[in-house]
């Protein structure tokens, strides 16, 4: 299975890149994740709980990334094995470009999975996979920039749009 997409994030490339290393922040992003432990220069483990149709499963796991352009690019790529339910294992090319108002970040993610979850077939696999996409990058992009305008601050009085928590720790900048 193969899947490309992009998205628009409200940061500079620099902070962009820096959630994309943060083990809290892809944490908090991915979908399900229960744990995630590591950084990027040795690897990340991760426990990640998901449900694909009608089978169920706890994935272990690991990522590592190669073919690192700082501030630019790498490859993502991992493992996981969700005991009789199957295994995922797959990578993505990431990469960061400056546009107007903030970051492009692009993907081409190559994915393969096998046991009970193959047999649900591609159909459903692929619809599974947009969603946790899709799930992480909204999710990834609310830890950046903070919550979309209409959405409540949070801060209680001014109304005004509050930094996402990963951009309140990195210092905004404005």
Known sequence: MELT???????D??????????PEVLKAAIPGCQELTGDPEKGFEATVKQKVGPVSATFHGGVQLSN????????ISGE???GAAGFAKGSAD????????GTLLSYDVKAHVGGKIAQLGARLIDGFAKKMADGFFESFARAVEGPPE?????????GEKK??????????KT
Do not use: M
Request: hydrophobic residues 40%; neutral net charge; glycine residues 18%.
């Open 80 to 82: 996981g094995k969700g």
């Open 150 to 158: 209409g959405e409540p601050a949070g801060d209680g009085e001014s």
């Open 163 to 172: 930094a996402g928590w990963f951009k309140r720790l990195v210092g905004r």
């Open 94 to 101: 990431v990469r960061l470009a400056d546009a107007d108002g």
């Open 13 to 22: 490339r620099a902070t962009v890149w820096a959630a994309l290393n943060d």
């Open 5 to 11: 997409g992009s998205r628009q994030i409200a940061a």
């Open 68 to 75: 690192v352009a700082p501030g630019e690019s790498y490859t």
